[in-house]
Nanobody, 119 residues
């Protein structure tokens, strides 16, 4: 059974930092591109950042220079360090695993963790 479990969300003041973590189980972690997405109220889910098994990263323009994604293949974990947070970063953040294994495309999601940036 595939599980992606996020943690680390919460309430933070503008300019503050949070670190999100995602622990994966039930997948061949090294074969998956791992990512973070977010969905704000009334908006569509959007890409935040992705990272390949080799460590290549991709960021949304809105978070470049503020957020850093990293992964530990041995621990089957991916993290998102978020700095200089602003109110526009308020959203539910979702961990994602996307990969093609044995000829089959797979796309898995965590349950989400709430990040609220407010004074």
């Amino acid at each position: 059974q595939v599980q992606l479990v996020e943690s680390g969300g919460g309430l933070v003041q503008p300019g503050g930092s949070l670190r999100l973590s995602c622990s994966a189980s039930g997948i061949l972690f090294g074969l998956y591109v791992m990512g973070w997405y977010r969905q704000a109220p009334g908006k569509q889910r959007e890409l935040v950042a992705t990272i390949t098994s080799g460590g290549s990263t991709n960021y949304a323009d809105s978070v470049k220079g503020r957020f850093t994604i990293s992964r530990d293949n041995a621990k089957k974990a991916v993290t998102l360090q978020m700095n200089s947070l602003n109110v526009e970063d308020t959203a539910v953040y979702y961990c994602n695993a996307n990969g093609r294994v044995f000829g089959r495309s797979n796309d898995y999601w965590g349950q989400g963790t709430q990040v609220t940036v407010s004074s």
